[in-house]
C-alpha cells in the first residue's frame, strides 16, 4: 500500500448506528486531518492531529468522535449521525502540522445516513 | 464575504486550449497558495503550492499569485481530456501551522 488510504471506501448507516472511518497514511507523516466534503461546497476541516496529539476541532459535533493511536492510524468514530451528515470524509496528512501546505489525501469514505 | 471564492463552473474547453482558473480571496495574511486536483470519485491530489506573491511553473502548469489584487490563477497550457477533473484552490496563513481554507472547486471538461 502506497500514499494515504481509507476503509470503507462506501458506508451506508442508519441514524442509531455506530461506525467507524478508518485511514492510514504509509508516507512516514506526523500530521493527520479529518474533512467533510458535501456537494458543491468547500472542504471543511474536522480535525487536526500532530504527532498523536489533537490540535484542531474545528467545532465539530460530538457525534463525530477522532481517535488517533500513533502517527500513521487515524479513526472517525460515528455515532447518532443525522442525513445532513451524509458526505465524502476525506483523511489526509503532511510532513507535521506546520507542513499544512503540502497534504496528501486518501480517496475518502462516502458516506450515506439514512 | 467568503475567505475564498472560486467559480464552479463547469468550465468546458476544447483539447489543446489554455485554461485559466482563478480564485479570490478577501484575508491579506494569506501567504502559502495551493491548487489541488480532483477526479471523480477520488481524493484531492497536490498540483503545486507557492509562498508570496510570484509565478510558479510545473509542466504544463503556471501558478501565479497577485497578492495586491487577492487573485491567483492556474494556468494550463496544451489541455488534454486526462485534465477533465475539479480543481480546488487553497491557501493558508502567515505561519505555516495556520488551518488552510478551501475553496469550493472550479469544474473542468477538456473535450477531444
Known amino acids: 500500500e502506497t500514499g494515504v488510504t481509507q476503509t470503507p471506501r462506501h458506508l451506508v448507516m442508519g441514524m442509531t448506528n455506530k461506525k467507524s472511518l478508518k485511514c492510514e497514511q504509509h508516507?512516514?507523516?506526523?500530521?493527520m486531518y479529518w474533512y467533510k466534503q458535501s456537494a458543491k461546497k468547500p472542504l471543511e476541516l474536522m480535525f487536526v492531529?500532530?504527532?498523536?496529539?489533537?490540535?484542531e476541532n474545528n467545532s465539530v459535533p460530538s457525534r463525530f468522535s477522532p481517535e488517533c493511536p500513533n502517527s500513521s492510524h487515524l479513526f472517525l468514530h460515528l455515532h447518532t449521525l443525522q442525513p445532513e451528515d451524509s458526505a465524502l470524509y476525506l483523511c489526509?496528512?503532511?510532513?507535521?502540522?506546520?507542513?499544512?501546505?503540502?497534504?496528501?489525501f486518501g480517496p475518502g469514505t462516502r458516506l450515506t445516513v439514512t | 464575504q467568503k475567505e475564498v471564492e472560486q467559480d464552479p463552473g463547469p468550465l468546458s474547453v476544447p483539447e489543446g486550449a489554455i485554461v485559466s482558473l482563478n480564485c479570490t480571496y478577501s484575508?491579506?495574511?494569506?501567504?502559502?497558495f495551493m491548487w489541488y486536483r480532483q477526479y471523480s470519485r477520488k481524493g484531492p491530489e497536490l498540483l503545486m503550492y507557492?509562498?508570496?506573491?510570484g509565478n510558479k511553473e510545473d509542466g504544463r502548469f503556471t501558478a501565479q499569485v497577485d497578492k495586491s489584487s487577492k487573485y491567483i490563477s492556474l494556468f494550463i497550457r496544451d489541455s488534454q481530456p486526462s485534465d477533465s477533473a475539479t480543481y480546488l484552490c487553497?491557501?493558508?496563513?502567515?505561519?505555516?501551522?495556520?488551518?488552510?481554507?478551501f475553496g469550493p472547486g472550479t469544474s473542468l471538461s477538456v473535450i477531444p
Open positions: 507557492t509562498y508570496s506573491s
Open positions: 489526509a496528512s503532511s510532513q507535521d502540522s506546520a507542513g499544512g501546505y503540502e497534504q496528501y
Open positions: 508516507l512516514g507523516h506526523n500530521a
Open positions: 492531529y500532530n504527532f498523536k496529539e489533537q490540535t
Open positions: 484575508n491579506s495574511a494569506f501567504q502559502y
Open positions: 487553497a491557501m493558508s496563513g502567515k505561519t505555516s501551522y495556520d488551518k488552510v481554507i
